[in-house]
């Protein structure tokens, strides 16, 4: 799988535990999109996944990834958001959106224990200051876990197929503005 799919499919997983776990709801509606014209840019609507928050403050013992997701969805007008817009404000300008998603999901998975960190020695810490190595057990640990979450995801894209055709396509387009806002040209 290419970076970029990985880190699409990575946001998509993440977006689905939300709504799975009723943090955030989501529906099909319109969003608005700017088309970049001659002399300035006018907006279209187009059909989207919308988000809406579901508490005033964010649940505790969240991931990184699902914090700023989060975030950008908290400061939207009445709490409610297209999901392309949401990830256009949430990753800067000028970050490249799968070393946003790969920087957020290692924190986590450090944090987690599944990634064990230390200082890289000699030369290698110029080219790269930290080693990541897995910790087999803990991820072993979570088997489990990850047999549930595929069944949740497989019925939830299953019982509500439009909406998870629009999130892959609004979380590839808001990939693809990050990519063409760091392309030269």
Known sequence: MRRQALAEKIVLVTVAGL??????????GLRSEADHFLWGFFARDTEGCILATRFDEPPTGLGELETVLLGAL???DGGRMSLYE?????????????????????????????????????LARLRQPEVFSPSAPRIAALEE??????????????????LWE????????????????????
Do not use: W, Y
Request: aromatic letters at 4%; proline letters at 1%.
């Open 19 to 28: 709504l799975n776990g009723g943090v955030i709801g989501g529906s099909v």
């Open 74 to 76: 908290h400061q939207a």
């Open 86 to 122: 949401g990830l256009r404000r949430s990753v800067r300008f000028g970050v490249d959106f799968a070393d946003f998603v790969f920087a957020h999901t290692r924190a986590d998975l450090v944090r987690t224990g599944c990634l064990a960190v230390k200082a890289a020695t000699g």
């Open 145 to 162: 876990q990850a047999k549930r979450l595929v069944q949740v995801l497989e019925t939830q894209e299953r019982e509500r197929s439009r």
């Open 166 to 185: 629009l999130m892959r396509r609004d979380i590839a387009e808001a990939a693809r503005v990050h990519q063409d806002r760091r392309s030269p040209g």
